[in-house]
């Protein structure tokens, strides 16, 4: 019988790994002989490989470094091997001539750094590296003729990096740099293949029908943060923190701007629920009880059917051992179907956690908790919260099962809210350099 021909055998064999269930069993087969390996970390099969099987949880960035999953979650070996291969102190990028780099977003295994120094106000230094590889780029800064021809200066500008498309060049990325300004938003995009910036869009506020998110600055006990808090649907990024009453989407196809109404079916009911805005706004005061995260959790928008937006809002109070739930809601978004909110799923979340949350990314819905055996303090305690430690605990909800997984836990020092940058991706065996 005739031997066969070795391209045949490493189809096959290219089939075989593509059925295997999880990264972590592809990762196991690639060490077992090198020509598994060869196979294995082919780009063009690393590609066909991510297409059929989604990125793991492996845990998150902030300004503290890289936070792996831990153990008993299924990631926590992956986890473990990308906190030791990776550099999440970011040495091998150079210094900025000011303060020190933090992370701002997380995609694709991409690292976007901004420097801490400026201002939320002004256009800081940016770069985009790859901690694992430990590969950069400095990013240019905007030039005068598109940031300094107006009149004004933005009271808010947020980068981040837009999502990818399948068939771009998997070293290629864009980086959006949002600009609030006191009558109209601008998105300025920086592409890899130029080296330049440009303006993608420049929407008067008055043509969105809303007024500039920097007037809700001021309300930021309620959850209104300006122009952050952003979640990736389908190439669509939407954010429920400039206002309170409509949702701010931004098509990264087509580069335009939009508002969603918040205000319509089942939503009238639910802001009204404990935690929520209006219930918020209408007790007119923090909650006596001091807890870290207590600042009202903003909505999140996740994956979920084609068609129809995906809503998670956390209902909860703060008080000693109160209930937490998680009310799903959608809006269908097509014109043939109603555009009001309806209301499609209550998940009770456990018991003995003080929760707040955190983004979503990938069908996933991210938490954060307190458990209730900490520290107590009322807004009669003696006790300086910015001095106090905390156990934090932070979750996943898989937004397809229902089913929450706790991620990994962390001491830190009390704060109103944090921003974390979720981390999917797969182990060090299996990624290719993303710079």
């Given at each position: 019988?005739?031997?066969?021909?070795?391209?045949?055998?490493?189809?096959?064999?290219?089939?075989?790994?593509?059925?295997?269930?999880?990264?972590?069993?592809?990762?196991?087969?690639?060490?077992?002989?090198?020509?598994?390996?060869?196979?294995?970390?082919?780009?063009?099969?690393?590609?066909?490989?991510?297409?059929?099987?989604?990125?793991?949880?492996?845990?998150?960035?902030?300004?503290?470094?890289?936070?792996?999953?831990?153990?008993?979650?299924?990631?926590?070996?992956?986890?473990?091997?990308?906190?030791?291969?990776?550099?999440?102190?970011?040495?091998?990028?150079?210094?900025?001539?000011?303060?020190?780099?933090?992370?701002?977003?997380?995609?694709?295994?991409?690292?976007?750094?901004?420097?801490?120094?400026?201002?939320?106000?002004?256009?800081?230094?940016?770069?985009?590296?790859?901690?694992?590889?430990?590969?950069?780029?400095?990013?240019?800064?905007?030039?005068?003729?598109?940031?300094?021809?107006?009149?004004?200066?933005?009271?808010?500008?947020?980068?981040?990096?837009?999502?990818?498309?399948?068939?771009?060049?998997?070293?290629?990325?864009?980086?959006?740099?949002?600009?609030?300004?006191?009558?109209?938003?601008?998105?300025?995009?920086?592409?890899?293949?130029?080296?330049?910036?440009?303006?993608?869009?420049?929407?008067?506020?008055?043509?969105?029908?809303?007024?500039?998110?920097?007037?809700?600055?001021?309300?930021?006990?309620?959850?209104?943060?300006?122009?952050s808090c952003f979640d990736n649907v389908h190439r669509?990024?939407?954010?429920?923190?400039?206002?309170?009453?409509?949702?701010?989407?931004?098509?990264?196809?087509?580069?335009?701007?939009?508002?969603?109404?918040?205000?319509?079916?089942?939503?009238?009911?639910?802001?009204?629920?404990?935690?929520?805005?209006?219930?918020?706004?209408?007790?007119?005061?923090?909650?006596?009880?001091k807890r870290p995260g207590q600042t009202r959790s903003?909505?999140?928008?996740?994956?979920?059917?084609?068609?129809?937006?995906?809503?998670?809002?956390?209902?909860?109070?703060?008080?000693?051992?109160?209930?937490?739930?998680?009310?799903?809601?959608?809006?269908?978004?097509?014109?043939?179907?109603?555009?009001?909110?309806?209301?499609?799923?209550?998940?009770?979340?456990?018991?003995?956690?003080?929760?707040?949350?955190?983004?979503?990314?990938?069908?996933?819905?991210?938490?954060?908790?307190?458990?209730?055996?900490?520290?107590?303090?009322?807004?009669?305690?003696?006790?300086?919260?910015?001095?106090?430690?905390?156990?934090?605990?932070?979750?996943?909800?898989?937004?397809?099962?229902?089913?929450?997984?706790?991620?990994?836990?962390?001491?830190?020092?009390?704060?109103?809210?944090?921003?974390?940058?979720?981390?999917?991706?797969?182990?060090?065996?299996?990624?290719?350099?993303?710079?």
């Amino acid at each position: 019988m005739p031997t066969p021909a070795p391209h045949f055998v490493d189809e096959i064999l290219e089939e075989i790994f593509l059925r295997l269930p999880t990264p972590a069993a592809l990762a196991r087969a690639s060490i077992a002989c090198p020509r598994f390996r060869r196979i294995i970390t082919e780009r063009s099969f690393l590609r066909r490989f991510r297409k059929r099987h989604p990125s793991p949880l492996l845990g998150f960035a902030d300004k503290d470094g890289f936070h792996p999953a831990q153990a008993p979650h299924p990631s926590a070996p992956l986890a473990r091997a990308l906190a030791d291969a990776a550099d999440f102190t970011y040495s091998f990028v150079p210094k900025p001539s000011k303060g020190r780099w933090i992370p701002c977003d997380v995609r694709d295994g991409r690292v976007l750094l901004e420097e801490d120094s400026p201002g939320w106000n002004k256009f800081s230094n940016l770069a985009v590296c790859d901690p694992l590889f430990r590969r950069h780029l400095l990013l240019p800064p905007i030039p005068e003729d598109l940031a300094g021809d107006r009149k004004e200066r933005p009271h808010e500008i947020v980068p981040i990096l837009a999502p990818t498309v399948d068939d771009e060049d998997e070293m290629s990325f864009k980086v959006i740099c949002f600009g609030a300004y006191e009558t109209n938003l601008v998105a300025f995009v920086f592409s890899s293949l130029t080296g330049q910036w440009g303006i993608a869009a420049s929407p008067s506020l008055s043509s969105l029908g809303t007024t500039s998110p920097h007037a809700s600055r001021n309300l930021s006990w309620l959850g209104c943060r300006g122009l952050s808090c952003f979640d990736n649907v389908h190439r669509c990024l939407y954010s429920a923190s400039p206002w309170m009453d409509k949702l701010l989407m931004l098509d990264t196809r087509t580069m335009e701007f939009s508002t969603i109404n918040d205000r319509s079916g089942y939503h009238m009911q639910l802001r009204l629920l404990p935690g929520q805005s209006d219930e918020v706004l209408a007790r007119n005061d923090m909650p006596c009880r001091k807890r870290p995260g207590q600042t009202r959790s903003l909505p999140r928008i996740v994956v979920g059917r084609e068609g129809a937006l995906e809503m998670f809002s956390l209902v909860g109070d703060h008080n000693p051992n109160g209930s937490f739930d998680l009310y799903h809601t959608s809006q269908q978004n097509n014109r043939e179907a109603s555009e009001e909110w309806q209301l499609e799923n209550i998940i009770p979340l456990p018991g003995q956690y003080d929760y707040f949350t955190l983004g979503a990314a990938e069908g996933f819905l991210f938490l954060g908790a307190t458990t209730e055996d900490q520290l107590d303090i009322d807004e009669d305690s003696p006790v300086w919260l910015s001095r106090t430690d905390w156990d934090v605990d932070y979750f996943s909800l898989d937004v397809r099962t229902s089913e929450l997984a706790k991620v990994c836990r962390r001491r830190r020092r009390f704060f109103h809210y944090e921003d974390v940058h979720w981390y999917l991706g797969f182990p060090p065996s299996l990624s290719s350099p993303s710079i």
